[in-house]
């Protein structure tokens, strides 16, 4: 039990069972309670706004210090606009768009500003149905905005590997941006364009950004994204 409930319990506890001088401590106690709260909610409106990227091992930076992955990256170009962020990276390797459907109510149990989804990497590796992954990222969209009303929601276009046929590959490319007019959110160019399939940008692999090809990502992320976060700033204004 947190401290919170603890003190909650003792409150109830002395109004039960307590005379007139309990009663005076139970409301004593009550009201630090409510002072404790306020004062989370007090920090939580002065806290810098949260920037979520929700992804795949792409965002998790697989294979290179966490101080290299793209939202890492970020972070720094965002500091040196003067940005007042804190960019929180929930990469997770291997992932699909099934699962990172599962894993967002959890991410989101703390206030997040703005949300960047990069999935779907995963399900065209394994050639999942683009219906399935665009029905699950549309219910993603949904739960992140029963979650945090207030947030903004970005979609990065991901593409599939041309191994799997052209017909796939051009359904699973259409379906980003048919989601994004469906749901109103902000759809991004791919994630890796001008890295997927450059050597020097990439691990052995050939999949994943090495240091470089991740800073060439985040720029690119960054420059689609600077719009939403001058907002930020101008609301806090």
Sequence with gaps: MGNGGMVGAMVLFTLACGGPGDNAKGRDAAAGES????????TERTAPPRVLFLGTSLTAG???DPDSSYPSV?????NDARLGIDVINGGLSGETSAGALRRAEWLLTQRVAVLVIETGANDGLRGLDPDTTAANITALIARAR?????AAIVL?????PPNLGQAYTRRFRALYAQVARATGVRLLPFLLDGVGGKPEFNQDDGIHPNPEGARQVAANVFKGLRPVLDSLESHRE
């Design 35 to 42: 002072t404790t709260a306020q004062g989370a909610a007090a």
């Design 62 to 64: 697989l294979g290179v």
């Design 74 to 78: 970020i972070q720094r170009l965002a």
């Design 146 to 150: 029963a979650s945090q009303p207030g």
């Design 156 to 160: 990065l276009q991901m593409e599939a």
